[in-house]
C-alpha cells in the first residue's frame, strides 16, 4: 500500500475509463430491470484484453454508478432501479412529490459519495480484520438479522400495523413459491410451470412499485411532481449544506452498509433498511420520516453505496463474493490468473490496490457525473408530459423486467403484481412490507433451517438461538426498536395530558 | 409469410452450401452462453475458463448471461424453446438435471435436453479448516460413528451432488453424519471457515480457491488431484467413491446434426488446448472429454448411478 498504486490507478486512461464506467453504470442503474450484475456480466469479455488493474477499475466504478443510479427511479417514480434503493422510496418520493426532487437527487449523490468512500477505505485499511465478521454470522445471525429487518414494518406502518404485518406476511409467502432455494422442495406451484421460477425480486418491485404509479398517473389529472417555476440546477448548494449539519448520519448509515457489505447472505438492500431503520429510531422530534425526511435518503443511500467496498472485502480476503455482481469480479479475477484469499494482499498486491485505488477515484468521480445526470434525470422526468412518460416508463418496465432471465412469465407476474398492488393500495396495504418480506424471508428461513438442524444434531436449541453474543446483541436491537415507539407514544401521551390547556 | 419465404430460402442456400464445402455450419456472431444459475458458481467460473480460448480459436465471443432459477430448472424448461441457429447454448450440471425431473414435473426431461460436450468435473472433495482436529479421514469417521448425528457437514443445496455424497458416504462407513444446506458452495465454505459446521461436502475447487485455510481429507477420484499430490483419494482409504459435479453445454434440440457437430467439435478443441486445460486444473477442476459422440453412453452410465443413489437415499420414489 503505497504511493505508487494511487499513481498506477490515476493514469489518463484508467480516470477515463473510471469516468465512463461510473457514467455508464449511473444510467443502467437508474432503469427498473437492469442490473449491475447484468452489465458486468456483458463486460467481463472485453476485460480480458486489458490489464487486470484497469480492468477491475471499470467493474468496479460500473457496479458504484448503479448503485447510485437506483435511487433516481426511487425518488422520482418511486420504484426501487435496484433492489439497494428499496427505501430510498420512503422518504425519497414524498420530497418530490411536494417539489424537492431535484434536492432529492443531489442529496443521494453526497450520501452515496460518502458511503463509497467510507467503503473504499475500509476495504484499503481494514479488509483483513473485517473479514472476519463475515466468518461470525453464522446461520442464526442471518436469521435474527432478517428478523431486524422485518421489525422495520411495525415502525414503517405507523397507525396500521396489523395491516403492515398482513402485508410483510404475504411477501413472505411469496417468497417460498417455488423451488426451494436450499431443500429443493418445490412449494406453492400448484402445479403451474410459470411459478416453478418463484417471484423473482426485481419483477416483484417492478410490478408493486411502478405499475400503481403508472396507474395513477393515468387516473389523475394532475402534473406527475409538483414543480417549481423553473427548474434550473439541482440545488447543489443547499444539499451540500443539509448534508453537512447530517454528518453524523452519514458516518453512522456507511459504517452500517460497509458492515452489512461484509456479510455475503445480506447485500445493499438489507444495508439500507437496517441504515434506515437505526436513523429511524433517532428520529428527533420534528423530523417526520416516511414524508419527505432528507435524512431518510441520505441513511439509504450511504449505506448502499458502502457496501460496494464492503463487499469486496469477504471477496478479496477470503474468496467468498458478498454480492452478484462481487461474484463477477471475482470470476474476472481467476480468469486473469489472480488469487484470491488470505495471501493474495501480498502476491497480487500491485492489483489490489490499485483496483482499491481506481474504485476511490471512480467514486469521487461519482460526484460531478452524479449531479449532472441527476439533474438531467430530474428535468426530463419533470418536465415530460404525461402522455409520453407514462408509456415510456411502462415500456422500460416491461422490458426490464423480460430483461432479468428472458422470460415472458416474468412479465406477466409483474403485471399481475402490479394491479393487486394498486388494488390493496385502495384499502391501505402499502407495498413496502409485502416487499420486506420477500426479500427477508428466504434469508430468514435459510437461516432458521440450518440453525435448527445444527442446533438439534449438537442437542443445543436454545443455545444456539439464544446464546450467541451477536445474536443476542441483535436481539436486543430488534426489542428497542419495537418497544421504544410504543414507550414514546405514551410518554407523549402523558406529557400532553399533564400539560394544562 | 415473407419471413417463412425468406427461411425457406436460407435453408436451401444453407443446403447447397453445405453440399458444396465442408464445413456445413459456422458462427454468424457473437454467442449467447447462458448459465441457468447466479454468477460466482462453478458452473461461472469454467464458463468464464473458456472465453477467452474460443474467442482466441474461433473470433467469436462467448457472450455469458445468468438465468438462475429452480436450481437451474427455469433455464434448462426454456432451452428447447430457444433458436437452434447455434447462436445460443446453456450450460448443463450434472446430477441436476437427472435428479430434478425425477423427482417432480419442472418443465423438462433429461432426455429432451441436446448435450453435446462433458467438458469438466469437481471431483467431490471432504474439507475442513486448517486447524480442525480431524487430520485424517479416519479421523472424522471414527468421531462420526463415535457421536451418531453430531459432526456437522455443510454442501450446497439438497438432493445435490454434496447431498449424494454425504448420503452415500455415510452408508458406506455406517458414521452418521448430520448435512446442513446452503446456498451454493461459497455460502457452504463460509459456514466452515466461520466453524459453524465441522466439515464441508464440497469440491477440490474449494481447496484450490481456500489454500492454507483448509485441508482436504480426500478426493472422489480415480487418481490423485495434480494440484493436490498428498491428499488421498477415497478408493486408497478403502472407500468405493468416485464421482462430483459433472458440467456440460448443450442446444436447444432443433439445432441441425451439424450445428451440434460443429459445438462439439468446437468445445473439444478447446478443451484440449493445453494452456486451458492447465489454468483449469490449477483452479483445482478436472477435466473430462466426453463430446457427442460418446454422449448417449455417458449420460447412461451417469443416469443410472445417480437415480440408483438417489432412490437409496429416498430422495425420489
Not at chain 1, 74 to 83: D, E, F, K, R, V
Not at chain 1, 196 to 219: H, M, N, R
Request: net charge neutral.
Amino acid at each position: 500500500m503505497n504511493f505508487d498504486h494511487f499513481l498506477t490507478a490515476a493514469t489518463p486512461f484508467n480516470l477515463c475509463l473510471a469516468l465512463f464506467g461510473v457514467a455508464a453504470g449511473t444510467i443502467v442503474g437508474s432503469i427498473p430491470g437492469l442490473t449491475a450484475t447484468m452489465a458486468l456480466a456483458v463486460l467481463v469479455p472485453i476485460t480480458f484484453s486489458m490489464d487486470p488493474a484497469s480492468a477491475l477499475i471499470l467493474l468496479g466504478a460500473i457496479y458504484t454508478g448503479a448503485l447510485y443510479g437506483g435511487a433516481y427511479a426511487a425518488i422520482l417514480l418511486n420504484t426501487p432501479g435496484t433492489p439497494s434503493a428499496i427505501a430510498t422510496t420512503f422518504d425519497g418520493y414524498p420530497m418530490a412529490k411536494k417539489g424537492d426532487g431535484d434536492l432529492a437527487v443531489a442529496l443521494a449523490c453526497f450520501a452515496s459519495v460518502c458511503g463509497g468512500l467510507i467503503g473504499a477505505f475500509a476495504l484499503l485499511l481494514l479488509a483483513p480484520p473485517l473479514s472476519k465478521v463475515a466468518l461470525a454470522f453464522g446461520p442464526v445471525e442471518y436469521f435474527w438479522l432478517s428478523v431486524f429487518g422485518l421489525s422495520l414494518i411495525a415502525s414503517l406502518s405507523t397507525g396500521n400495523l396489523m395491516k403492515g404485518l398482513a402485508g410483510g406476511a404475504f411477501g413472505m409467502i411469496l417468497s417460498t413459491v417455488g423451488v426451494a432455494e436450499i431443500s429443493a422442495d418445490i412449494r406453492l406451484t400448484f402445479g403451474s410451470q410459470t411459478l416453478i421460477s418463484g417471484f423473482g425480486v426485481v419483477g416483484t418491485l417492478i410490478g408493486l412499485y411502478c405499475i400503481p404509479v403508472l396507474i395513477d398517473l393515468v387516473a389523475v389529472p394532475d402534473r406527475h411532481l409538483k414543480v417549481e417555476k423553473d427548474v434550473k440546477s439541482v440545488r447543489i448548494g443547499e444539499a451540500f449544506g443539509l448534508a453537512m449539519r447530517s454528518k453524523f448520519n452519514l458516518v453512522r448509515s456507511s459504517i452500517i452498509g460497509t458492515l452489512v457489505g461484509i456479510l455475503p447472505g445480506a447485500g445493499g438492500s438489507v444495508a439500507g433498511l437496517v441504515a434506515y431503520s437505526e436513523v429511524k429510531r433517532g428520529a428527533k422530534p420534528h423530523q417526520k420520516f416516511g414524508e419527505g425526511e432528507p435524512d431518510g435518503i441520505m441513511a439509504v443511500e450511504s449505506a448502499n453505496n458502502a457496501t460496494v467496498g464492503g463487499g469486496f472485502i469477504p471477496t478479496l480476503v477470503l474468496g467468498i463474493p458478498g454480492t452478484p455482481p462481487d461474484a463477477i469480479v471475482l470470476g474476472a479475477l481467476l480468469v486473469q490468473g489472480v488469487r484470491t484469499g488470505p495471501t493474495m494482499f501480498q502476491q497480487s498486491g500491485s492489483i489490489v490496490y490499485t483496483f482499491i485505488y481506481g474504485l476511490i477515484i471512480a467514486t469521487i468521480m461519482m460526484l460531478p457525473a452524479g449531479l449532472l445526470i441527476g439533474r438531467y434525470a430530474y428535468k426530463s422526468i419533470v418536465t415530460i408530459p404525461k402522455a409520453v412518460l407514462v408509456p415510456a416508463v411502462g415500456f422500460m418496465t416491461i422490458i426490464g423486467t423480460f430483461a432479468i432471465r428472458n422470460s415472458i412469465s416474468d412479465v406477466v407476474i409483474m403485471l399481475c403484481l402490479g394491479v393487486f398492488g394498486w388494488v390493496v393500495a385502495r384499502f391501505g396495504f402499502a407495498a413496502s412490507p409485502i416487499v420486506l418480506g420477500l426479500i427477508l424471508g428466504p434469508i430468514a428461513e435459510q437461516g432458521f433451517v440450518q440453525g435448527w438442524t445444527i442446533g438439534a444434531a449438537t442437542n443445543n436449541l436454545t443455545g444456539m438461538f439464544f446464546g450467541r453474543p451477536i445474536s443476542q446483541g441483535i436481539i436486543a436491537f430488534t426489542l428497542i426498536t419495537l418497544v421504544l415507539p410504543v414507550f414514546m407514544g405514551k410518554r407523549r401521551a402523558k406529557a400532553t395530558q399533564g400539560v394544562p390547556e | 409469410m415473407l419471413r417463412r419465404t425468406i427461411l425457406k430460402a436460407g435453408a436451401a442456400m444453407a443446403l447447397v452450401t453445405s453440399l458444396a464445402s465442408v464445413a456445413s455450419a459456422e458462427l454468424s456472431g457473437p454467442v449467447n452462453y447462458i448459465i441457468p444459475f447466479g454468477p460466482g458458481g462453478e458452473s461461472d467460473i469454467s464458463a468464464r475458463m473458456q472465453q477467452p480460448f474460443f474467442k482466441e480459436k474461433f473470433g467469436q465471443d462467448l457472450v455469458v448471461s445468468y438465468q438462475p432459477g429452480g436450481g437451474g430448472a427455469v433455464g434448462w424448461a426454456s432451452l428447447n424453446g430457444l433458436s437452434g441457429d447455434g447462436q445460443t447454448i446453456m450450460g448443463v450440471n450434472l446430477p441436476h438435471i437427472v435428479i430434478k425431473p425425477a423427482q417432480k414435473d419442472v418443465g423438462f426431461k433429461t432426455e429432451d435436453l441436446n448435450i453435446f460436450h462433458m467438458f469438466h468435473f469437481t471431483p467431490d472433495a471432504i474439507v475442513v479448516t486448517a486447524d480442525s482436529p480431524y487430520q485424517t479421514l479416519e479421523d472424522l469417521v471414527a468421531d462420526a460413528k463415535a457421536n451418531p448425528g453430531q459432526v456437522t457437514i455443510s454442501g450446497s443445496g439438497k438432493a445435490s451432488a454434496n447431498h449424494l455424497a454425504q448420503i452415500k458416504f455415510d452408508k458406506m462407513t455406517g458414521a452418521m453424519t448430520t448435512y446442513v444446506p446452503f446456498k451454493g458452495t461459497g455460502a457452504a465454505v463460509t459456514a466452515l471457515l466461520g466453524k459453524q459446521v465441522k466439515a464441508e461436502w464440497g469440491y477440490t475447487t474449494v481447496g484450490a480457491a481456500q489454500g492454507d485455510a483448509v485441508r482436504l481429507l480426500a478426493v472422489a477420484m480415480e487418481e490423485r488431484h495434480p494440484l493436490f499430490p498428498d491428499v488421498p483419494t477415497f478408493k486408497e482409504l478403502g472407500y468405493d467413491m468416485v464421482g462430483g459435479a459433472y458440467r456440460g453445454i448443450a442446444l436447444p434440440n432443433t439445432a441441425s446434426e451439424e450445428t451440434t457437430k460443429m459445438w462439439s467439435d468446437m468445445i473439444s478443441a478447446v478443451n484440449t488446448d493445453e494452456a486451458f486445460r492447465q489454468k483449469m486444473l490449477d483452479a483445482g477442476f478436472a477435466l473430462l472429454d466426453v463430446d457427442a459422440d460418446g454422449m448417449d453412453a455417458f449420460m447412461a452410465e451417469r443416469e443410472a448411478e445417480y437415480l440408483k443413489d438417489a432412490r437409496e437415499a429416498g430422495l425420489i420414489k
